[in-house]
């Protein structure tokens, strides 16, 4: 048997925005009634003593009734967020919106292929059960996951120099289901970075690629918008303002020997995995060549319209 990871997200903030809508799809000649969509909760917490605005988008997706034709938990759960919680976006502001409360969160990747024709890959949090936070209340957004490191390595910029302040990238892979064979394993490649020295010390002291490790850490979902001056041929800088949206793990914290033989994955296992991701990925890349539109066959003229 190929154990699921442990993969757990906590978050503790604001409803910020809610888009959920009812849908339907058809299996096995039925109508199957469904509701999701996506919602946002704001959280403000520390990221290596910064404190930092966070807006998490949270997916939800749930079928009405179950396989045994009960009403599924989850959809109800789902509903009574559309129908009852109140988002600042509506409420105008903090006050009068809910405090939410999520203790059952994953993460998965969402892969897609971008405008280039290569596959783009972000992390993705998901949740089908949410409740008012009651009692005390103490904003947050973190995660614990458990996965065989693939790789480590110093970030870099563009011209391969190494940041400053440091910042590592590890590369884990996280099985995401039981499975019965490896090849059924579902493997999704997560990149978790480390910002706090103690962390990337820790991690570049003791982490190997190929063992098995337990982490721990916050969400950063948020945003940065920037003033640059960016040089023309001629006259006046122009001033440009960038926003820039980051979606990361920060890991805080884990485990510096690897797991026990018996929870942890061989690394056949987890090629097997990897491989059978990489091939639907190839799979979503090229479907997604076969349906572009054919570029008009060149004819020597510029139509400028006019």
């Excluded at 009734?65 to 009960?70: E, G, L, V």
């Excluded at 292929?113 to 993705?124: E, L």
């Excluded at 056949?268 to 479907?287: F, T």
């Amino acid at each position: 048997m190929y154990r699921k990871a442990k993969n757990v997200v906590t978050i503790e903030g604001i409803l910020a925005e809610t888009d959920l809508k009812y849908g339907s799809f058809e299996r096995n000649g039925r109508t199957q009634e469904t509701i999701g969509g996506v919602i946002k909760i704001a959280v403000d917490q520390e990221i290596n003593k910064v404190m930092t605005h966070l807006e998490v988008p949270v997916h939800m997706f749930s079928t009405k009734y179950t396989k045994n034709n009960a009403l599924n938990p989850a959809y109800t759960s789902i509903e009574k967020v559309m129908k009852e919680y109140t988002s600042i976006a509506a409420a105008g502001g903090v006050e009068g919106a809910t405090k939410v409360r999520i203790t059952s969160g994953t993460i998965s990747i969402n892969s897609f292929v971008g405008r280039d024709g290569n596959i783009v890959s972000i992390p993705r949090i998901n949740a089908n059960f949410i409740s008012v936070a009651t009692g005390s209340f103490n904003p947050t957004a973190t995660f614990a996951l458990e996965g065989m490191v693939r790789s480590i390595a110093r970030a870099t910029d563009k011209d391969g120099i190494e940041l400053t302040p440091a910042k590592l990238n590890v590369e884990l892979a996280v099985p995401q289901y039981t499975a019965e064979t490896a090849a059924a394993l579902n493997v999704d490649s997560m990149t978790v970075v480390a910002i706090s020295p103690s962390v990337i010390a820790g991690i570049e002291g003791s982490w190997e690629p190929g063992n098995c490790y337990a982490a721990q850490g916050v969400l950063n979902f948020s945003s940065r918008t920037e003033e640059i001056y960016k040089e023309v041929d001629f006259g006046e800088p122009q001033k440009v303002t960038r926003t820039t949206s980051v979606s990361e793990l920060v890991v805080t914290a884990g485990t510096a020997t690897p797991l026990d033989e018996e929870y942890s994955w061989t690394v056949e296992e987890i090629k097997a995995g990897v491989l059978a991701k990489r091939a639907q990925l190839e799979e979503l890349k090229n479907s997604k060549k076969a349906s572009a539109p054919k570029a008009p066959a060149a004819t020597g003229k510029i139509d400028l319209g006019f």
